[in-house]
């Protein structure tokens, strides 16, 4: 049974970055997909991108370009999302998922998602 | 992209009632459509993917249906751990996009 778990809570001055990390435990992790998901305060869900591991490319939503980069290291089964360029609007929680799905195109559903990160944007 | 449009957007309902949360979708996504729920402080739970198939686990109380642009979630027979939030996501083109959220609170 894949287990996911994130780093913990961050606060952040506006214009800096935040790397967000999530350890994949228990199942594979080179080959299905994990994908990055925000919440912000009294919204839905936001996809931001996602990545195979085994082949390194992500894929980042249009509104998320440039200022999103998703990474994975098979080595150690985690995965990284790092945001730059961070306004109070990207505070929000952050979730790592993974979809069983062997290519970020064709995605299915995510299954399971990690704990959830905190990060606040604030000056 | 594909706009995920849920109603009702809360809901309030009590221990044993059914109910049944709707979600559009602003094109055609064949049963790409996925339902989670969501605990505060949790992480959300896969109930149903493919618009009708039950997660392992998920209690069968559960049940998803639609094809196209129209889908539903039906809790039969509310218990006391299923008062949440709902989502619905499709998973038929990139950007994979969700619903805007069901509260099903307890009256």
């Known amino acids: 049974q894949v287990q996911l778990v994130q780093s913990g809570a961050e606060v952040k001055k506006p214009g800096s970055s935040v790397k967000v990390s999530c350890k994949a435990s228990?199942?594979?992790?080179?080959?299905?997909?994990i994908s990055w998901v925000r919440q912000a305060p009294g919204q839905g869900p936001e996809w931001m991108g996602g990545i195979i591991p085994m082949f390194g490319t992500a894929n980042y939503a249009q509104k998320f370009q440039g200022r999103v980069t998703i990474i994975a290291d098979e080595s150690t089964t985690t995965a990284y999302m790092d945001l730059s360029s961070l306004t109070s609007e990207d505070t929000a929680v952050y979730y790592c998922a993974r979809d069983i799905s062997p290519d970020i195109t064709r995605p299915t559903w995510f299954d399971p998602w990690g704990q959830g990160t905190l990060v606040t944007v604030s000056s | 992209d594909i706009q995920m449009t849920q109603s009702p957007s809360s809901l309030s309902a009590s221990v044993g009632d059914s109910v049944t949360i709707t979600c559009r979708a602003s094109?055609?996504?064949?049963?790409?459509l996925n339902w989670y729920q969501h605990k505060p402080g949790t992480a959300p739970k896969l109930l149903i993917y493919a618009a009708s198939s039950l997660q392992g686990g998920a209690p069968s109380r559960f049940s998803g249906s639609g094809s196209g642009t129209d889908f539903t979630l039906t809790i039969s027979s509310l218990q006391p751990e299923d008062f949440a939030a709902y989502y619905c996501q499709q998973s038929y083109s990139l950007p994979i996009t969700f619903g805007q959220g069901t509260r099903l609170e307890i009256k």
């Open positions: 094109q055609s996504i064949s049963t790409y």
């Open positions: 228990g199942g594979t992790f080179s080959s299905n997909a």
